[in-house]
């Protein structure tokens, strides 16, 4: 129904209350309009700051969708990451004399544009939407997203402090060898488990082209070191320490808090179950396959990453995402972890599992029914 000149004045003139979290996105929005447009985008910049008003009027719906369309973009996007060729770095060993530096061959890596919708569709229903905030000493910790399925899950934070970030430390070097980490004159301390005592190893990506050294912008990708089962919830395991990490001893008592990190239930998973043939689970996000079926590897072959050459995923369409490649030293995944017989993989691109055909590992076809 169409309202009068008279009753949309006062529908403007009015007071309107708004919750910290709202205020928080408005803000961030406000930053993104204060950035020098350029001229292809300068309309639509102009449109939506004429209409930030009205989108205040709906803010709830408006902000959490915001903040999918942040979480799909930094997760799975490559705008804030650059695709690159096979790399050569000089590793320093801590030894000393000829063994002091040793040269490591890095992988290429590519990363692709995220379909919005697509994300939406797929995992949007499963991504939390509220953020969690922790003022931890000096330092502030906001959760924003969070989203997982029974074996891996992905979480979008910030970390900020006043006069730079000395908690955790991440570069472009790290993205692209073994992610951020918690320095020794950190006094606190975060990891990811679960309620029924499921733990994570993860990979954390610092993105640097919009972290300053007063905030550092995140991105998680996690692998739970054994399927969860129904009902497990995903917690923050928050460790804070009356020192410095370097000075812990044995007798420092430490203060734990557990967080639930999300209220959503977890993305669903689709299997392939081939019998002894070949066993693998996959989602938008995930893929996890049994490496002691079908591969022709002993028990503790099975159990070493090292024997796992390869993955292709083949679409319908005939178009291939080569998650991994050891023989052409091609690695398009955000994490891997070996966790018994099971390889474990973190997609860093969004899969389209209606669209798939059949998973390649190791030149074994899993076909999808």
Known sequence: ??????????????????SDVVEMRIQETYKQLRRKPSRRRTRSVQR?????????????????????????????????????GVLEREVDTGKKGKDAKVTVTLPSREY???????AQKAIGAYVSEEPIVRKIG??????????YDRNGAMMYF?????????????????NLTKGAYFTDDTDFYFSCETKNGAFAGENTYIDMKKSTDD???CYSYILWNEPLKDGDVPELMLQTFPCARRELTEKTKTETERIRLTDKEPVPVKKIDMGEKGYAEYSPITLSVDMAK???????????????????????DKESYVVCDKEKNAENSSYQLGAGTYYKTVFNRLVDVDEIEKIMVNGVEFGVK
Do not use: W
């Open 48 to 84: 939506a700051a004429a209409a930030i008003a009205v989108v205040c009027l709906f803010v709830p719906g408006v902000v959490y969708a915001s903040s999918r369309t942040e979480f799909f973009q930094a997760m799975f996007g490559n705008e804030t990451r650059e695709s690159n």
């Open 112 to 118: 692709v544009p995220v379909d919005e919708e697509q």
């Open 1 to 18: 129904m169409k309202k009068s000149e008279k009753e949309m004045k006062e529908i403007f003139n009015r007071d309107i209350q708004i």
């Open 294 to 316: 079908g591969m022709g590897l002993s028990k503790e072959e099975a159990e070493d990453p090292y024997y796992l050459e390869s993955i292709e995923i083949v679409y319908k």
């Open 215 to 217: 905030k550092l912008y």
């Open 138 to 147: 000096s330092h502030t910790l906001t959760i924003s997203s969070f989203v």
């Open 158 to 174: 910030t970390l900020e402090r006043e006069g730079g970030v000395t908690a955790l430390a991440g570069d472009e070097e790290t």
